[in-house]
């Protein structure tokens, strides 16, 4: 089984390092700051270690990014470049400013020309980056029960890394849906703006996309 490294110590490495943890993979998760991870190591068991963001883009085979978006470029310089050769890597960023959202509608620091993942695919081409789980919260990336199987927009420049990714959304309950290449993620990015607002303006989080097809 292969190797996960997740870049990130937040409510999604968490969900996904423990779904990975779930299906026999080994995960390790990276942090900067280890102690925010001890309580989900505690109940992670023997698979699962905790190292730097280097050490972790080094042990993953595939690598999910789960960082701040913010900080996600300055993220990729402090995994290495080179530990991210010909590797997946499942981007579940986004790009949220730190302004406030108005009416329930999130603010993003890109534009609808150029995406984070494209930014972050340019500034390190001999990776490939696949951009998933970003359109849905963290408490139901690994196996939903919304009756249907959801559907996982991603988009990516390398078909084998895509399906990869499509296998390990497979595992956790989701239907992905290609959307083509990295410039998508323009479309796929602002889906986390949609899956807020009934969040945002009603305290509703309970929900999950799907696509419908003929
Ligand atoms: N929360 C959700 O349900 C959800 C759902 C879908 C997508 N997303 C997206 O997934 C990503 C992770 O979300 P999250 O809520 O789990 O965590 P988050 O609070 O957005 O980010 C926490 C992570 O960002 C890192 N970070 C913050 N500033 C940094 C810096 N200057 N340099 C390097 N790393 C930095 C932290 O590193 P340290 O560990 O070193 O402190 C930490 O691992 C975000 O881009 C978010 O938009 C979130």
Redesign the pocket.
Known sequence: MKKIGI???????QALGSGFLKYGYQVMVG???KS?LAEWQKGAGANASVGS?ADTAKFGEIIVL????S??R??LG?MGHSNLRNKTVID???P?ADAPPSNGVLKFFTSLDFSLMEELQQAVPEANFVKA???????FMVNPSFGSKPTMFICGNNEKAKKEVSQIMDQFGWEAADFGMAESARAIEPL?MLWCIPGLTRNEWTHAFKLLKL
């Open positions: 870049i990130g110590s937040g409510l999604v490495a942090t900067s700051n925010k963001f789960a960082v701040k978006g900080a996600a300055e993220a402090m579940a960023t986004n949220i789980f970003n359109s849905v919260g963290n408490a986390c």
